[in-house]
């Protein structure tokens, strides 16, 4: 007789899916499979991508997003959820309502604004609906820099930046913050983390000279998603999510021929692998 493991937290994703297999949804679901919880996903957009560039997408009408909500909320106990690529301010809506509605478990708002090949997952508009609605619902927001700085209109050059805009942004009503230090200029890689308690520190790692970085943002989020629904405090949750994702990238793989997807193998290689099982 079969054994049913029933151990996994539920989790959801609500983003644009990457027919390429790197970024958005693609890359949640296989982190959220890495770290050993059971993945879900509201579909707000669809694009046609590979590792070169975004070629199309579309946004799923909202009574299909609101569907996907209902259907999630009836079946699963979802522990926690983050948000990824949410394309126009009426999507943004949306998911805000539907955050409301139900009780999902801490948010991370990861706001996606432009993909690497420079196409807008955003509109210009929806960055204040964000700012105004989707921000005061965030446990977690974790912007890279040039998202931040569209948050806050503040520019981050050095250190004294990346805290200046941390807190701007918590006034604007995120609890946590984590800005991202991939987009810096240097042989490291350090993120700033603020936390709601008013602790506050840095996470460095040297820079890996690889062009195979696509969906190193929705990695990490989805990696902090995860630990969080397995119950771990949220400063432990985003030290995870930094290693989780500097070993992904250290390992790169060869696919495609472009911007090359993370190597989430790579983190079970190292031991870095949900024990708890
Ligand atoms: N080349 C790299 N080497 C090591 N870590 C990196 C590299 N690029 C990004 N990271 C890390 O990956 C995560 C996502 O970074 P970032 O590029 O800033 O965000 P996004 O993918 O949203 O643009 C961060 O933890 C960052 O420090
Ligand atoms: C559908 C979709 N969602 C998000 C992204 C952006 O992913 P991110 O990890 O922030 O960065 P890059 O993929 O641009 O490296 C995306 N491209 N597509």
């Given at each position: 007789m079969s054994k049913t493991i029933n151990s996994f937290p539920e989790v959801l994703t609500i983003a644009g899916t990457d027919s390429g297999g790197g970024a958005g949804i693609m890359a949640d679901l296989k982190t959220f499979q890495a770290r050993h919880v059971f993945g879900t996903a509201v579909v707000v957009a669809v694009t046609a991508q590979n590792t070169l560039d975004v070629q199309a997408s579309k946004l799923m009408p909202q009574s299909l997003i609101n569907a996907q909500f209902a259907a999630i909320a009836e079946d699963f106990q979802i522990r926690a959820c983050k948000t990824g690529m949410l394309g126009n301010s009426n999507r943004v809506r949306a998911v805000v309502q539907n955050l409301k509605k139900y009780n999902f478990g801490p948010i991370i708002v990861?706001?996606?604004?432009?993909?690497?090949?420079?196409?807008?997952?955003?509109?210009?508009?929806a960055i204040v609906t964000v700012k105004r609605e989707l921000l005061p619902l965030a446990t977690l927001i974790t912007p890279n820099i040039p998202e931040a700085e569209k948050l806050t209109g503040q520019h981050i050059e050095n250190k004294v930046d990346f805290q200046k805009t941390a807190r701007i942004l918590q006034n604007l009503g995120a609890q946590n913050v984590l800005i991202k230090g991939?987009?810096?200029?240097?042989?490291t890689v350090s993120d700033y983390v603020l936390l709601a308690n008013q602790t506050h520190f840095w996470l460095t790692k040297p820079r890996t000279h690889?062009?195979?970085?696509?969906g190193t943002g929705d990695t990490i989020s989805a990696c902090i998603t995860a630990e969080l629904a397995h119950g771990a405090d949220l400063a432990t949750a985003i030290r995870c999510g930094k290693n989780y994702v500097t070993a992904t990238i250290e390992h790169p793989i060869q696919v495609g021929h472009g911007h090359g997807p993370l190597n989430h193998w790579a983190a079970q290689k190292e031991g870095l692998a949900y024990e708890k099982i």
């Open positions: 990861d706001p996606v604004m432009i993909a690497k090949g420079g196409t807008a997952l955003l509109s210009e508009e991939g987009h810096q200029n240097s042989d690889t062009n195979c970085t696509h």
